[in-house]
């Protein structure tokens, strides 16, 4: 072939290859808000365009919110006015193209309307599509989510093994604890080292926050990442969640190879606290890992104590300056940390039991301390997975740490506070969860709490981390 003809050739099959950005090809200019009561008959394209444009215009919107999120209950991020009815619509939609029949009628609508079922089922990329965009935003109907998680699950061998990240991601996002979500974790096991690496972090997250670290079929994942710290670059080191380490590396090697790398990259270091975390779980559940370490590392970690106790400090009194139409929620987010913590205060006050909202503890904030080394921690929704009563990993792990420091948890679920009718009723809830040292706090001495690691840690050594 001639060289010139070569060279026309090749540019032209440069220019057909050249790679348009996720936002460019799915948010349009001149989108319009769909109706409720049209998208029922919207087809598989049309409702995955629609979807992605009303998911980029609610995240818009939530930025623009004081602190990031708009008013809603907990750290619920909320929705638009009048967008929740929007995307319970899509969500049916987005079922019923996803299983390839009517799951659900519209408002005023007898059932099985002719017209809306689908032809045909819609293939499972764009299932996986209607999923993304329902967890980017937590909103929609369950049933539907039930319906598209169930279908990926089902048909996991037909996705590329890059997919199975963003499963991980969406399920995470929505606090989705499925049984068949270590299926996931199998259809990864070959290609985690295939990756991106920055994608690879997120999909470690995403596993550890889904509690599958004790999956068999997680052994590959804790294998690879070990052997990825010592050439990860030191920005997706930093983007490791504190309880992907806490969970994933779980040997004694791995987590000290983690520590020496944050000390090698500690001027990429911009948010501490996931480091904080991960030094009080050594310290508290791993003393014998925790007096391996050396002195260099064992400094390094004191000096991050430190600037985020002096940086915590300047915080909160900033905080005090703040008017309080800044702070938009259903409760006073500058002395309680729910709605749930708000009211099982003002109960424990109307009680007479004299106690402390939002103490610090290391690196955690306790919900309310009582007499001693009695804490009640109020366990909103988000410290549950979705429709579950099994706590969070991060939650769990919080409260394994919170017990290590020797303080005598008391939990308050959510979903038994708020089942209870009448303020009688919620009292003698906490009188019988409530400890005799709350109501006498003169019953045993004074302790001190072990929140910050200083010196020698207390307890028996328990040995380096295997396992759970």
């Known amino acids: 072939m001639d060289p010139e003809c070569f060279r026309i050739f090749w540019s032209f099959c440069a220019r057909r290859r050249q790679r348009i950005s996720p936002k460019a090809f799915w948010i349009q200019a001149d989108h319009v808000t769909p109706e409720p009561s049209t998208v029922a008959y919207m087809n598989t394209r049309e409702l995955k365009f629609a979807m992605m444009n009303e998911a980029y215009l609610v995240r818009k919107w939530r930025s623009g919110q004081p602190k990031g999120q708009a008013p809603g209950v907990g750290h619920s991020p909320g929705l638009p006015a009048e967008a929740q009815e929007l995307w319970m619509a899509f969500g049916y939609r987005a079922a019923e193209l996803a299983c390839g029949r009517s799951v659900q009628p519209m408002p005023g609508e007898p059932e099985g309307v002719e017209g809306r079922v689908p032809r045909v089922q819609c293939s499972l990329q764009s299932t996986l599509r209607f999923l993304q965009a329902m967890a980017s935003v937590q909103a929609g109907p369950h049933s539907a989510v039930l319906v598209l998680v169930n279908r990926v699950l089902e048909n996991l061998r037909d996705l590329n093994p890059h997919q199975g990240f963003y499963v991980l991601q969406a399920m995470s996002r929505l606090r989705l604890k499925h049984p068949k979500a270590g299926r996931v974790l199998r259809h990864l096991s070959l290609a985690w080292r295939s990756l991106v690496e920055k994608t690879f972090v997120k999909s470690a997250n995403a596993v550890a926050k889904l509690d599958l670290s004790q999956e068999l079929w997680a052994k590959p994942l804790k294998m690879t990442l070990f052997t990825w710290l010592s050439t990860m670059s030191p920005q997706n080191l930093l983007r490791l969640k504190a309880i992907a380490v806490m969970e994933l590396l779980d040997e004694g090697e791995a987590m000290r190879s983690y520590l020496q790398r944050c000390l090698e990259d500690r001027h990429h270091l911009v948010y501490s606290r996931h480091l904080q975390m991960v030094e009080l779980h050594v310290h508290l559940l791993y003393p014998n890992l925790w007096n391996s370490l050396s002195e260099e590392v064992r400094l390094f970690l004191e000096e991050i104590r430190e600037a985020a106790n002096a940086s915590r400090e ?155």
């Not at 402390?356 to 904030?365: E, I, Q, T």
């Not at 009688?424 to 809830?429: G, K, L, M, S, T």
């Open 314 to 468: 300047d915080s909160h009194s900033d905080d005090d300056d703040l008017p309080a139409t800044e702070l938009v929620r259903q409760f006073d987010r500058q002395r309680f940390n729910s709605e749930l913590h708000q009211e099982v205060s003002r109960m424990l006050s109307s009680m007479g039991l004299q106690h402390r909202n939002k103490l610090s503890a290391g690196p955690m904030v306790l919900d309310i301390h009582l007499a001693e080394m009695c804490i009640v921690e109020a366990a909103p929704a988000w410290q549950y997975y979705l429709r579950s009563s099994h706590l969070t990993a991060l939650a769990r792990r919080r409260q394994e740490m919170l017990q290590a420091m020797g303080f005598q948890v008391i939990v308050i679920p959510h979903f038994e506070w708020f089942q209870l009718e009448s303020p009688d009723a919620q009292r003698e809830f906490l009188r019988q969860r409530l400890p005799k040292e709350a109501w006498h706090p003169n019953l045993h001495g004074r302790h001190e709490p072990r929140g910050e690691p200083r010196g020698e840690p207390r307890g028996e050594p328990r040995g380096e981390p295997r396992g759970r």
